[in-house]
């Protein structure tokens, strides 16, 4: 049994090599890629880490001389409760800078903001968990020029998992509202599931559709503490990262 364990873990972690992610998991908050679920973190959990983002996988509005360009986070999570989750991240930003007199241009700017789920009904026997969620709650600019909440949305979310000889299905359904126009392809409905494996539950396979694109990705805990994932967004866009996970 020890044997498939391992087995099975040092798959997902082979897998997470070669596969690709855009995920709500990049900013700390649990979810899946960058659609929200009802799932949360276990209550004392603090996450430290750091996503490389594809251009492709960053609102529109992400854009240096109207083109839009790879860049990276990091954030600190925590999760209090088993109610509660609340995460701070920075964005790295592309800008010109002067040095030596010689304009570059480089990551010289970050953007940054604070992330809050909360779970009002857990999970039953015959009903889903439910969720109500924020993310970059800054203020609305009368001009959108001026508008630099890059990652503003308001979701309500709803999961439910089956589970089948230790196999464990998971159906979530998440309702967004994105503020600003730039991020308008992805209001609305949005969901997929989620697949953890008898044999290495530590890993897990996801399907999400967002309102705009279809992503896959895979992600797992190696030694219960450092979380890899990894993913692509439509078939050919990656974007992954790593957490460090500690149980205070």
């Given at each position: 049994?020890?044997?498939?364990?391992?087995?099975?873990?040092?798959?997902?972690?082979l897998?997470?090599?070669?596969?690709?992610?855009?995920?709500?998991?990049?900013?700390?908050?649990?979810?899946?890629?960058?659609?929200?679920?009802?799932?949360?973190?276990?209550?004392?959990?603090?996450?430290?880490?750091?996503?490389?983002?594809?251009?492709?996988?960053?609102?529109?509005?992400?854009?240096?001389?109207?083109?839009?360009?790879?860049?990276?986070?990091?954030?600190?999570a925590?999760?209090?409760?088993?109610?509660?989750?609340?995460?701070?991240?920075?964005?790295?930003?592309?800008?010109?800078?002067?040095?030596?007199?010689?304009?570059?241009?480089?990551?010289?700017?970050?953007?940054?903001?604070?992330?809050?789920?909360?779970?009002?009904?857990?999970?039953g026997?015959?009903?889903?968990?439910?969720?109500?969620?924020?993310?970059?709650?800054?203020r609305?600019?009368?001009?959108?020029?001026?508008?630099?909440?890059?990652?503003?949305?308001?979701?309500?979310?709803?999961?439910?998992?089956?589970?089948?000889?230790?196999?464990?299905?998971?159906?979530?359904?998440?309702?967004?509202?994105?503020?600003?126009?730039?991020?308008?392809?992805?209001?609305?409905?949005?969901?997929?599931?989620?697949?953890?494996p008898?044999?290495?539950?530590?890993?897990?396979?996801?399907?999400?559709?967002?309102?705009?694109?279809?992503?896959?990705?895979?992600?797992?805990?190696?030694?219960?503490?450092?979380?890899?994932?990894?993913?692509?967004?439509?078939?050919?866009?990656?974007?992954?990262?790593?957490?460090?996970?500690?149980?205070?």
């Amino acid at each position: 049994m020890k044997r498939r364990v391992l087995s099975g873990l040092i798959g997902a972690l082979l897998l997470t090599s070669f596969s690709g992610i855009r995920a709500q998991e990049y900013t700390g908050i649990t979810g899946m890629m960058h659609v929200p679920t009802a799932e949360m973190a276990p209550a004392g959990t603090a996450r430290v880490g750091a996503f490389f983002l594809n251009g492709e996988f960053t609102p529109d509005k992400l854009a240096y001389k109207g083109e839009k360009y790879n860049t990276y986070n990091h954030f600190l999570a925590i999760a209090p409760f088993s109610w509660v989750e609340l995460s701070y991240v920075c964005t790295l930003l592309k800008n010109a800078k002067n040095k030596n007199e010689i304009q570059k241009v480089g990551y010289c700017n970050k953007d940054r903001h604070f992330c809050i789920k909360l779970r009002p009904l857990e999970e039953g026997k015959y009903w889903p968990a439910l969720v109500v969620g924020i993310q970059d709650p800054k203020r609305k600019f009368k001009n959108e020029n001026e508008d630099y909440a890059y990652f503003n949305n308001f979701y309500v979310a709803a999961s439910k998992h089956l589970n089948w000889k230790g196999h464990e299905l998971g159906v979530h359904l998440t309702y967004r509202y994105y503020r600003s126009d730039f991020n308008a392809k992805w209001r609305g409905v949005a969901g997929g599931i989620t697949y953890r494996p008898a044999f290495a539950p530590n890993s897990r396979a996801m399907l999400e559709y967002t309102g705009n694109d279809v992503n896959v990705a895979v992600d797992c805990y190696l030694w219960r503490l450092l979380f890899v994932q990894a993913g692509l967004q439509n078939g050919k866009y990656f974007s992954g990262g790593l957490m460090l996970r500690i149980q205070l």
